[in-house]
């Protein structure tokens, strides 16, 4: 028998993937720390690849510039707000 398609873990994945892009799209935009905060207050696991797959891979997310904070620069996110619309 061949391994199951959706395993509990990706099943994980994708469930934490979409709550980030529901996050941004509600409080976007937002910086990573900021996401990272949220995550936490709300009792996720803060993954690599959870992150990678919701903000770079996902189509309704968009990568809108760096902010400084405290002397760093910070990626900012945002839910793009043009995915459906018709041109």
Do not use: Y
Not at 30 to 52: F, I, K, S, W
């Amino acid at each position: 028998m061949g391994r199951k398609r959706w395993t509990p873990e990706r099943q994980r994945t994708l469930k934490e993937a979409d709550w980030i892009v529901g996050w941004l799209r509600t409080n976007g935009p937002a910086t990573t720390r900021q996401l990272v905060q949220a995550m936490q207050t709300e009792g996720l696991e803060v993954r690599a690849h959870v992150m990678n797959k919701a903000l770079r891979r996902s189509p309704f997310i968009v990568h809108c510039g760096h902010q400084e904070v405290e002397g760093s620069s910070l990626s900012l996110w945002d839910f793009d707000r043009k995915v459906g619309e018709e041109e």
